[in-house]
């Protein structure tokens, strides 16, 4: 069952009241608790892919990975 525009449009809204409701200072550190959030799921997935690499292997292909994405993302 597909949700319907009406339930849509509620959620959205909700998600809008719900983030001008927010304390600045939550908003402000949203970023870095994102940022660490994404890392650990990029760890796992490099975990996965690479079940035999050390932490310290995995930190290096993390910031390799994180390099690319930063050159991709300026257009490189």
């Known amino acids: 069952m597909e949700p319907t525009q009406e339930l849509i449009d509620a959620i959205y809204r909700e998600r809008v ?20 959030r994404a890392c650990r799921i990029m760890k796992d997935g490099i975990r996965s892919e ?17 390099a690319l994405t930063r050159r991709l993302g300026n257009g490189e």
């Not at 932490?55 to 993390?62: F, N, T, Y």
């Open 50 to 66: 690479r079940p035999d690499a050390t932490e310290v292997e995995v930190e290096a292909i993390l910031r390799q990975r994180l």
């Open 17 to 36: 009241l719900r983030a001008r409701r927010t304390p600045l200072d939550q908003k402000f550190l949203a970023g870095p608790q994102l940022f660490d």
